[in-house]
């Protein structure tokens, strides 16, 4: 079920975690939260193959790390309009809502590749390493900044 950020404390059982999600075309980068609701750890990037291979991974990690809610980063313009890349993340959210009746929300993701590559390359990581990293460590920007908001909230 969609809803808004602002209702995600609110379907929340206690013990139920976040899960990240940077969508991008080729990988899905995955970031976990604390039961706490307050540090968002990178997970890891799967390598999209088709949808429901996709959407079988993440009920897996859904169901063995008792995630209670999905926040996906809304790759937004820079000046707050929608473009094609947050119809096709809604599309796979409206697909994963034929799957499972986990609570999802968006979080404007904004700059968070950006930000992410530039601490890679602050931290002198090679190109490859950078690539093996960039996806999760996004989601983990990502699921930060909403969890930072929950706190806040």
């Known amino acids: 079920m969609e ?5 995600l ?3 929340l059982k206690k013990g139920e ?7 991008g075309s080729k990988t899905i980068g995955l970031a976990l939260s ?8 990178p997970m890891e990037t799967i390598k999209r193959k088709k949808f429901t ?8 990690i859904i169901k063995e790390q008792n995630v209670g809610g999905l926040v996906l980063g809304l790759p937004m313009n820079m000046d707050g309009s929608e473009g094609p890349r947050c119809q096709s993340t809604r599309q796979f959210a409206k697909n994963m809502m034929g799957k499972t009746d986990i609570p999802i929300c968006y979080w404007d993701e ?5 930000a992410v590559t530039r601490t890679l390359i602050e931290a002198d ?8 990293l ?6 983990s920007y990502i699921l930060q900044g909403a969890l930072d908001a929950l706190g806040r909230g």
């Open 53 to 60: 291979l996709d959407a079988e991974r993440l009920l897996t």
């Open 3 to 7: 809803i808004e950020f602002a209702e």
């Open 17 to 23: 975690r976040l899960l990240g999600l940077d969508l």
């Open 125 to 132: 990581a090679s190109r490859k390493r950078q690539g093996e």
């Open 134 to 139: 960039v996806d999760k460590l996004a989601a």
């Open 34 to 41: 604390d039961v706490l609701l307050t540090v968002a750890t």
């Open 9 to 11: 404390k609110s379907v």
């Open 110 to 114: 904004r700059m968070s590749t950006m």
